[in-house]
């Protein structure tokens, strides 16, 4: 198993451009997330998706969009960037019940926008 | 809302030394796990607690859960190098999701 993978692993983006964050698993988990991480920061959760057709807002949500129409994968979408956008991106996943709903993550995608 | 802080932001120690972070949620948790992340890497789940009062050991490393199920503590027995990285908490109350704490940035020197 590849476990959860995102791509790309670096961007660099003008102001006002857009971008797709792509995040893929093949646990077959249904809970999905999207967090970011600022330098020196903790994890901030954006968006979050309990199964395919379900997403959720989490504490960061402006400025993003998301979709789920499979279980695999969970693409994040940035729409007009701007600096504040600036940050590491993880993508999670966890089962939904037995054992103790660990999060695996992916290995993040270090965005600029410049 | 819910937070999640973690005390100390920073520790430096000698290798040997042992080493303890601190855990405190503004609200009464459901459960708490922890997660380690190496410098440039991605959080790896290290442990989940759920009872109140719970202690788990890993090796060298002891995971408390506190009575009132609001704090958690990691305790890292004799420090080594490769115990070096950032450890955070995320503390789920009764709602989907987990809050993360800030961290705490832990270096050794050997």
């Known amino acids: 198993n590849a476990g959860v993978t995102q791509t790309p692993k670096f961007r660099i983006l003008k102001i006002g451009q857009s971008m797709t964050l792509q995040c893929a698993q093949d646990m077959n988990h249904n809970y999905m997330y999207w967090y970011r991480q600022d330098p020196g920061m903790g994890l901030k959760l954006i968006y979050y998706s309990v199964g395919a057709g379900i997403t959720d807002k989490g504490e960061v949500p402006n400025g993003y969009n998301v979709s789920r129409s499979t279980t695999e994968d969970f693409p994040l979408r940035l729409e007009l960037a701007a600096p504040s956008q600036t940050s590491v991106y993880f993508c999670?996943?966890?089962?939904?019940?037995?054992?103790?709903?660990?999060?695996?993550f992916g290995p993040g995608t270090r965005l600029t926008v410049l | 809302g819910q937070q999640v802080m973690q005390i100390p932001q920073y520790q430096h120690v000698q290798e040997g030394e042992d080493f303890t972070t601190y855990c405190n949620s503004s609200?009464?948790?459901?459960?708490i796990q922890w997660y380690k992340q190496r410098p440039g890497g991605h959080p790896v789940f290290l442990i989940q607690l759920v009872k109140s009062g719970e202690v788990k050991k890993q090796k060298r490393l002891t995971f408390q859960f506190g009575e009132a199920k609001k704090n958690s503590s990691l305790h890292i027995t004799a420090t080594q190098t490769t115990d070096v990285g950032t450890y955070f908490c995320?503390?789920?109350?009764?709602?989907?999701?987990?809050?993360f704490g800030p961290g705490t940035r832990l270096s050794a020197l050997p």
């Open positions: 609200t009464t948790l459901s459960n």
């Open positions: 995320a503390g789920r109350d009764y709602g989907q999701n987990f809050v």
């Open positions: 999670a996943s966890s089962p939904t019940s037995g054992g103790p709903n660990e999060q695996f």
